[in-house]
């Protein structure tokens, strides 16, 4: 598993010690110059787990190099399977007898796997919250138009269509796009496939000092004019210009006495899963 992070410290330790006991032998991080204690956090996690860490402080976000890069010292490192993933997924077998291992074989080159958000709800505003207790997630996506999910503040960008993500076989593999969403294999069209088994669980906000200290980061980023990032982060940072950051946080959360409606039309459903099978 290769993991590009930046202030991932809630999160790294439960992503690595979960998919360790899911089947991954191997993971590769890039720190991208973390203040939070990540990056020491990472040096306690290498004691217990085989756990390379690669450093690069550059701030150009050239996301889809970097996560090149880790594939192919994977592949160096003799892996048969590189799974690119970010600090805020989980990768989930749905049949809790299996590993993710279970999945995987030697004919296959680039491996779909669909995606979820979890989403915040009143349960997260209590001092002992914790974000593997989330279990409502996204069931059936909306697709917004892009201009929506920049310019209204009514639309939740957690309820949009979520890319998938890919599991590359290293051997034959070509490129993978920014946000780890798909790949060019030479064998891809021949033996590329979806694998429905595994649900990757994406908590992309958890607290608001974490959402606050990524779009400040997404900011600076943004001074590079070739910058390439989704149009909701330059939402985002509009918002944080405005002074109106945290109001955006504050609706993400779902109210309780909405959670009936939103499940009598299939947006969401409770799923254990994660919480079930999560290490932290």
Request: hydrophobic share 35%; glycine share 4%; aromatic share 10%.
């Amino acid at each position: 598993m290769t993991i590009l992070c930046r202030n991932e410290v809630d999160i790294i330790g439960a992503n690595i010690k979960t998919h360790a006991a899911l089947g991954v032998d191997t993971f590769i991080v890039m720190d991208n110059g973390s203040t939070d204690g990540t990056r020491e956090l990472l040096n306690q996690l290498a004691k217990d787990y085989h756990v390379v860490i690669i450093d690069q402080p550059s701030q150009t976000y050239q996301q889809a190099l970097w996560m090149k890069q880790l594939v192919h010292t994977a592949r160096d490192l003799g892996a048969d399977w590189v799974i690119s993933n970010d600090a805020d997924e989980f990768w989930m077998p749905q049949d809790s007898a299996k590993t993710l291992k279970d999945y995987l074989n030697y004919a296959d080159s680039v491996v779909t796997v669909p995606k979820s958000n979890m989403l915040l709800t009143e349960e997260s505003l209590r001092d002992d919250f914790h974000f593997s207790q989330l279990k409502l997630r996204i069931k059936y996506p909306m697709r917004y138009p892009v201009e929506a999910r920049v310019e209204e503040q009514d639309v939740s960008i957690f309820f949009n269509e979520t890319p998938a993500k890919v599991i590359v076989n290293p051997n034959g593999f070509i490129k993978i796009s920014g946000g780890n969403h798909r790949a060019k294999h030479i064998g891809n069209l021949a033996t590329g496939r979806v694998e429905n088994g595994i649900r990757v669980y994406h908590y992309p906000v958890r607290s608001w000092a974490h959402f606050e200290d990524s779009i400040k980061h997404r900011r600076e980023l943004l001074k590079n004019p070739n910058a390439k990032m989704g149009q909701h982060y330059r939402r985002w940072v509009k918002l944080l210009d405005e002074d109106c950051l945290y109001q955006e946080y504050q609706r993400f959360i779902i109210p309780s006495d909405d959670i009936p409606v939103l499940k009598k039309y299939g947006l969401v459903t409770e799923d254990p899963i994660p919480s079930l099978r999560m290490k932290v």
